[in-house]
């Protein structure tokens, strides 16, 4: 594969141009009209964020590419597919309430909102791709049966995968809950008995019953555990702690795999706007100081190349006073430093190796870390 374009502009305005009309210019100059869009389906995968979250992305830029969409004959539906764990978007209904709670109805969009799996998240499409870990994908039917794909990403930290970029919010997000569970299902949580406090936060957040409270401590239920590490976010003593082993290396493969099982076959192009980039996923019902200031918008038909040119701009910037990621800087050991470098992402999280995700995209021929970054 050569070297992909990834389109960039920056935030910066004038009184002739807002961003809105911006993020215009730069799908165009991307060659969004290139994609044949006259009576066919365009689905729109987008993160709607969890109700408390306010790092996701604005609805207004949503509006601008389903009207940009509809400009060119075609029907487009803001997107996403049910979570696997407890929130407030675990079923079709909850998941709309919160959806429109955080903008994004009709009115606001121009288009209508689909939740991609379903009312239960079991509406969903088996997708042979013969992968080296996944053998079919299990992708929500509603997208798997759009004529064109599109997804409009929040590029931010994550927690386990270092950030959650294209890939993330095709691979993961596309995956109705059989599919998440699959894509999780290979690291498993333990508590520390002697961290723990027994306050239950965990078996609150469970969505299968997998912490058990006795004695004041909590113990996880290996055989009821999907590994999709909801425990380890909400514990306030960080007691418990995932077997990560080769599961974060297992999880960016199977992500890439999912995303390429969504993207082949069918016209796609991707953008990914870099702002409030949070150290957590929009998954979380909060969002922490953002870890870098923010840098502009990125559009590609290539979705490694945009992860790629998205981690490589963001690794550019200095850390914002009072974030993780600064504190992290401060505070960590210097072996930390040795082992993160100056990635921002291993070093807001050190146990997360994003790397491996992009070279496994890139093997499976969903696209090419290598780029030319043209700026408009």
């Not at 407030?88 to 606001?108: C, E, I, M, W």
């Not at 870099?274 to 957590?280: E, F, L, T």
Request: glycine share 10%; aromatic share 8%; charged share 20%.
């Amino acid at each position: 594969m050569g070297e992909s374009k990834v389109y960039f502009t920056s935030f910066k305005t004038t009184e002739h141009e807002n961003l809105i009309q911006k993020l215009h210019r730069l799908m165009k100059q991307a060659g969004f009209e290139n994609i044949d869009f006259n009576e066919k389906y365009a689905a729109i995968k987008i993160h709607f964020g969890e109700y408390g979250n306010l790092a996701f992305l604005r609805p207004n830029y949503a509006k601008v590419v389903a009207d940009y969409v509809k400009e060119l004959g075609g029907k487009a539906f803001l997107t996403d597919c049910n979570t696997l764990y407890v929130g407030s978007r675990k079923n079709a209904l909850d998941h709309l309430d919160t959806a429109y709670v955080n903008g994004f109805s009709p009115l606001q969009t121009g288009c209508h909102v689909i939740i991609g799996d379903g009312l239960k998240g079991t509406d969903e499409t088996i997708v042979p791709i013969d992968g080296e870990y996944v053998k079919e994908a299990k992708i929500g039917h509603a997208i798997m049966d759009a004529d064109v794909f599109i997804s409009l990403t929040h590029f931010k930290g994550h927690e386990t995968a270092g950030f959650g970029g294209a890939i993330k919010n095709i691979g993961m997000g596309c995956g109705s809950r059989a599919g998440k569970m699959e894509q999780h299902c290979e690291g498993k949580p333990s508590a520390d008995k002697d961290l723990c406090v027994g306050c239950g936060a965990c078996s609150r957040i469970c969505a299968h019953g997998a912490p058990v409270i006795a004695n004041g401590k909590a113990t996880i239920d290996h055989d009821k555990c999907v590994g999709c590490g909801r425990c380890l976010a909400v514990c306030p003593k960080d007691a418990i702690t995932a077997n990560f082993a080769d599961s974060v290396f297992m999880l960016n493969c199977k992500m890439a795999e999912y995303a390429y099982a969504v993207c082949k076959d069918r016209p796609c192009f991707h953008i990914s706007l870099i702002c409030d980039v949070s150290p957590n996923c929009d998954c979380h019902a909060e969002n922490d100081i953002p870890i870098i200031p923010n840098i502009g918008m990125l559009a590609s038909f290539d979705p490694v190349a945009l992860d790629q040119a998205c981690a490589d701009l963001c690794n550019k910037m200095p850390a914002m006073s009072g974030s993780l990621l600064d504190e992290n800087e401060k505070n960590l050991p210097e072996e930390v430093h040795a082992h993160c470098g100056h990635d921002h992402f291993k070093m807001t999280h050190p146990d997360t190796e994003w790397e491996s995700c992009l070279d496994h995209a890139q093997k499976m021929g969903l696209g090419t870390r290598t780029y030319k970054l043209v700026q408009i």
